[in-house]
């Protein structure tokens, strides 16, 4: 098609090197909703809120009469902006009510950040959803969609942002049909779950990918970690993507001031670090605002906009503003593919690489070191860590210096009566055969535990 239309949804969320210094040592206790403790004798100073380099959310509205456009809450004016997707300049018209975008609000420049581009596949109309598939995966746009995607045929190029859901479909939030001309590439994104570092080939979600010439920017390729990976299937019809482009997502390639919005998909036992959007990793500090929440509510599954500043190198929350449904359940909001796990003992460390009872656990530039803790001093220590499991690899969101008392935290499954090369001299480990816990035990030796409860 030679015109440019652009479709859209209900808004989603975007399924969107810490070193900390002594300036985040204080816990958070004593963090109400505000997360400050003020003197009603005092009159309240007004609070002058830090001015985002760039915004990280979705589209939610599009005024075309006032020329003027809402992310994340806040209303920005369009005049002057330029919005591009890579390297293709787009008219303002493109921004679509639920499309996620990065802004960045002193060069005014936006670009759209879908999940997906490709080509329409296998469209199918129905009465109640449309079907298709875009870089060989299935798509369904529901019955609010109907009527705007009547003009969308086979072979149309798109951006889709979708969410995954519970069932295993991929429900559309948002698309935009733009012209194939000048277009540079696909684009798929997701988390890396396998890597093949000789033939240079890695799996990402369900598509293998070779990128064996590929520039890779802003990382090392790994399993677990999240990126987007630009380029084109191969001619052959093998299914395979040919990458030119690996973009590794971290929190470093940002600006000093971003405002983020997404769900969170890990949270520390302090609530004190967490990870959105299983790739941005954000610390909290006293100092940090909660708005229509307090710290309590930094959950697993939990939507969740953040304000955040550079601060010594760790990029921390100066404000959190919860959506008004909170988690109850985090258990409920965890996948196989987002597993946390915690662990203590006395610790190898060689080469990014922690080992502890025959298990590996993998040190990033972004794992948060505690207690003065530095790469040096590491190796031989009594440690507790603190993570996400991702393609059955643990990687470390935060390391700590163990207490040395007999009483350790553990959270991880249990297999065959044993939890991270632990056993339990009373059997207590016994009844949670196969089962995910959080557990509290009595260390009684190098590799033996008891007493074992629910944490």
């Known amino acids: ?30 963090c109400g909703s505000g997360g400050t403790t003020e003197d009603p004798s005092q009159p309240i100073q007004p609070i002058n809120p830090v001015v985002s380099k760039q915004v990280i959310g979705t589209i939610q509205t599009v005024d075309t009469q006032a ?7 806040t209303t920005y004016p369009l005049e002057g902006v330029e919005v591009s997707y890579q390297t293709q300049s787009l008219d303002a018209s493109a921004l679509a009510f639920g499309m996620p975008v990065i802004f960045d609000t002193q060069s005014n420049k936006l670009q759209l950040n879908p999940n997906i581009s490709g080509m329409v596949q296998n469209l199918q109309k129905g009465s109640n959803a449309v079907t298709f598939t875009v870089n060989q995966i299935n798509l369904t746009a529901s019955q609010d969609m109907l009527s705007s995607l009547m003009d969308i045929e086979n072979g149309d190029t798109v951006l889709v942002h979708f969410t995954p859901q519970v069932n295993g479909s991929n429900h559309v939030e948002s698309l ?28 990402l979600g369900n598509t293998p990918v070779n990128y064996r010439t590929a520039t890779v920017e802003d990382g090392g390729i790994a399993a677990g970690r999240f990126a987007e990976i630009f380029g084109n299937f191969a001619a052959n019809g093998s299914g395979v993507f040919q990458a030119q482009t690996i973009d590794i997502e971290t929190t470093e390639t940002l600006a000093d ?10 949270v520390n036992q302090e ?8 790739r941005y990793q954000i610390a909290v500090n006293a100092n940090t605002r909660f708005e229509d929440g307090n710290a309590s509510n930094l959950l697993v599954g939990q939507v969740v906009e953040v ?44 080469n990014s690489r922690l080992t502890f009872n025959g298990f590996e656990f993998v040190v990033e530039p972004t794992t948060q070191l505690d207690d003065g803790l530095t790469l040096q001093t590491l190796n031989n220590q009594n440690l507790q860590l603190e993570g996400v499991e991702r393609a059955k690899i643990y990687y470390v969101r935060e390391i700590e210096k163990a207490d040395n008392d007999f009483e350790i935290e553990l959270e991880g499954i249990v297999q065959n009566g044993m939890l991270w090369g632990y056993s339990s001299n009373d059997q207590s480990l016994n009844a949670f055969e196969g089962q995910t816990v959080e557990l509290e035990c009595r260390l009684e030796s190098v590799n033996q535990v008891s007493l074992c409860q629910r944490d």
């Open 271 to 278: 609530q004190t670090l967490f990870e959105l959007n299983s």
């Open 257 to 266: 001031s971003v405002e983020f919005e997404g769900t969170i998909s890990w």
């Open 1 to 30: 098609m030679k015109r440019s239309t652009y479709y859209f949804a209900f808004a989603g969320k975007k399924p969107l090197m810490l070193v900390l210094s002594a300036l985040f040592a204080s816990s958070l206790s004593g």
């Open 67 to 73: 020329n003027q456009i809402t992310i994340n809450q």
């Open 307 to 350: 304000d955040t500043q550079l601060q010594q190198d760790v990029r921390v929350a100066t404000e959190v503003d919860f959506e008004t449904t909170f988690i109850t359940d985090p258990d409920s909001a965890k996948t196989q593919t987002n597993t946390a796990f915690q662990v203590q003992g006395v610790m190898s460390y060689t």
């Open 176 to 203: 935009i049909e733009i012209e194939s001309e000048g277009f540079n590439g696909y684009e798929i994104e997701g988390l890396i779950t396998a890597v093949d570092l000789v033939k240079k080939q890695l799996i």
